[in-house]
């Protein structure tokens, strides 16, 4: 049991870090992708959304290439600090934010979309600057939306497994989170102990998702907006 | 900005991690058990701890020697995982003073009747676990007794891969496989599986070093030489059913 709460807490980590990198990433994406017009906007949200679209163990491996002792950012750390990013819980978070990012962007697009451009022009009118009016005008209006986003991207961190055993390994007590400590579990058939942690999962899951669907529904409620109208 | 993340990171991994000091030992799943017991037993003696990450051997050896995974001691089972970390210029000049045994039986479900012989395993038509072949010896050691006993290969249509030994006896033991050919360790703890077979001269040996360069090499190596010496844990491993050999300080030989 005492171990079960201590992989809970790693999870809860993990994925906390992974959420304060998907935050200002998507946010970034988000309001590139809804107000902004440029070239390459396509490519932009195609290569954002990629990690969607392909297996998590593709995105691990990748990230591994990167970060361990082949990539060049791995020698670069390696010859620094001496060690590499790779098989360490950091590593997991940034398997955990990259898995999770496309579900962040989309979530935060949806609300920024929801917010009247009109306002915006408002604010710009009589004086704000872009990044006062978005943090003054748009965020507020939209803050609902983002809140539901960042807990979507959350629980896809604390559910995240493929990207994260191939990047950080399954090592207890330090890359080990509840899935790959699920998997360990039913691989040694010690089926007792793989419910408990499956069960821990399915709590978290339904408590995390049941505020971010109570949020958005607040969200299309509150008649700034009229996307993300869910009944 | 990713890279910045990545060195901010990068810096607090190095700053407030204190499991840097704890040797990590990467270790056959076989050994789960007996390692996580030999180390109660380690800690309480001396107070030093170890952190073990189990896994399919050679899945573990490619980790560390393609991967760069900070291993400072392994435990691995057969030969070919030995022989990456040896031909890697991984293995600690520090010597193995034994080496573990271990044997391979074939196991079914409760009730299951014994068999003379492996080609019986395919007159039954039932499927047979066994470890991926390459990811851990253990699933090595069952193809080459299968092909020993001149199986015929209809087998392979029954055989099932699982991602380690462990994975092949919990497929037994939850009926998703009839039969499985996994370790007699393995075997003899397992209440819910019974040993149909023996397999005469089959499974092998585990090839335990420090890893050579590794921060905490010289530590992994301590608890793996106390683990073959000290009375205690030897006793853990053969209650367990693996064999022991003392072979004295010294180049220990590569598995085997």
Known sequence: MNSDISIVALSLQIALVATALTLPLGMFFAWLLVRKQFRGKFALDVIVSLPLALPPVVIGYSLLWVVGTNGWFGQMSESLFGS????????????????SLPLVVRSFAAALAGVDPRLEVAARGLGAGSVRTFLTITLPLAYRGVIAGVLLGFVRALSEFGATIVVAGNIPGRTQTVPSAIFTRISAGDTDAAWRLALVSVVLGVIALAVHNWLLKRTSGNGVNGSDRFS | MIAITLFVGLMASCGGNSDNDVPLIFAAASLSDVLTESAEIYERETGKRVDFSFGGSIALANQIVKLGAPADGVLFAGDEPGRLIAEAGLRSSDGAPGRVKNSLVVVGGLGTLPINSLSDLVLSGERVAIANPELAPAGRY???????????????????????????????????????????????????????????????????????????????????????????????????????????????????
């Open chain 1, 84 to 99: 590499t990013l790779a098989f360490t819980w950091i590593a997991a978070s940034l398997a955990a934010a990259i898995v």
């Open chain 2, 142 to 256: 069952a193809m080459q007794a299968l092909g020993n006993a001149g199986v015929p290969v209809e087998i392979s249509d029954q055989l099932i891969f699982t991602s380690n030994v462990r994975a092949a006896l919990a497929a037994v033991e939850s009926g998703n496989a009839k039969y499985g050919i996994v370790y007699g360790t393995d075997a003899y703890a397992s209440e819910r599986v019974e040993i149909v077979m023996g397999i005469d001269g089959a499974g092998g040996g585990y090839y335990l070093t420090g890893i050579a360069g590794a921060r905490n090499g010289h530590a992994a190596q301590t608890f793996l030489n106390y683990i073959v010496i000290e009375p205690e844990t030897r006793e853990v491993f053969e209650s367990a059913g693996f064999e022991i050999i003392t072979t004295g300080l010294g180049p220990g030989s590569p598995g085997g």
